[in-house]
């Protein structure tokens, strides 16, 4: 497979977790037990029809929190979500979520269909899958004395 199929394909066959969904009032100590359990940076906020509405990744738990007390664990999810996060179709291809991860400096995007979450994707999915298709460009081990840099830049 060329790199350019491999960023052609859509995103909806790049292997991905099952997204941790949650309603807006579950308690953020609850929802990073999730996380931490799930082995996730994110989890998706829904509201009473399955909708996403929001995202809560470890990133906001390390923006928002109040880290001198402990108070943040009883503090409801939708206080310290992303609202109206940045969204990848099933059908857009991985070539686009990598530039929307790349221009919003996003590591999970939420992967829709309409405004039903399916699942979360992340930057470390996405390589694996474009390194999968192209494993002599990226594995090299033992290492390959003609693919060694030769100067301090690469070269």
């Known amino acids: 497979m060329a790199l350019e ?6 995103i909806s066959q790049v292997r991905s977790r099952e997204p941790i969904r949650v309603a807006p009032d579950t308690r953020i100590g609850e929802v990073v037990g999730m996380m931490h359990g799930g082995r ?8 009473g029809r399955g909708e996403l509405i929001g995202i809560f990744t470890e990133h906001d ?3 928002r929190a ?5 108070a943040w664990r ?16 099933e059908d857009d291809t ?9 221009e ?13 979450p399916v699942a979360v994707v992340s930057v470390r999915e996405l390589l694996a899958h474009v390194a999968s298709n192209f494993p002599a460009d990226f594995i090299n081990l033992p ?6 840099a030769r100067e301090p830049w690469g070269g």
């Open 61 to 63: 738990l390390l923006r």
């Open 143 to 148: 290492p390959d004395p003609d693919k060694e």
């Open 104 to 116: 919003g400096q996003h590591r999970h995007l939420p992967v829709v269909r309409g405004r039903i």
């Open 5 to 10: 199929q491999a960023v052609n394909v859509p």
């Open 94 to 102: 991985v070539a686009e979520a990598l530039r929307r991860m790349h």
């Open 40 to 47: 996730t940076g994110a989890a998706l906020v829904v509201d």
């Open 66 to 70: 109040d880290h001198d007390s402990n």
């Open 74 to 89: 009883e503090q409801p999810v939708e206080s310290m979500m992303t609202a109206r996060p940045r969204i990848i179709h």
